[in-house]
Nanobody
Framework: QVQLVESGGGLVQAGGSLRLSCAAD???????VAWFRQAPGPGHDFVAG????????SYANSVRGRFTVSRDNARNTVYLQMDNLKPEDTAVYYC??????????????????WGQGTQVTVSS
């Protein structure tokens, strides 16, 4: 089981930037790690992710071109750089991990291990 800890959330004005970090307690280079977000209401929406096998990256249409996901295997950390933030990006952001997969799974039910979440609030 992988322990994940998110950090980097906060309050930012529209057009601003934040970088979220997802730190793991073990080597995650063979894990697919994804970011999901949850606005008030049920369900986790896929945001972006990087695969464990092949380093594929995937983005939701709503964030493509504004968000960038990357991983630092030496630090066991996956990052989500968020630029040109919009009020509709306001949500609790979670990172999640699952072993393997050459392509990033976008279904949250595929992921076993989750962090506790970090709040991102974008004011207009």
């Amino acid at each position: 089981q992988v322990q994940l800890v998110e950090s980097g959330g906060g309050l930012v004005q529209a057009g601003g930037s934040l970088r979220l970090s997802c730190a793991a307690d073990l080597t995650v280079h063979s894990y697919s790690v994804a970011w999901f977000r949850q606005a008030p209401g049920p369900g986790h929406d896929f945001v972006a992710g990087v695969s464990g096998l092949g380093s594929d990256t995937s983005y939701a249409n709503s964030v493509r071109g504004r968000f960038t996901v990357s991983r630092d295997n030496a630090r066991n950390t996956v990052y989500l750089q968020m630029d040109n933030l919009k009020p509709e990006d306001t949500a609790v952001y979670y990172c999640a991990a699952v072993f393997g997969f050459a392509r990033v799974p976008e279904d949250p039910n595929r992921y076993r291990d989750w962090g506790q979440g970090t709040q991102v609030t974008v004011s207009s």
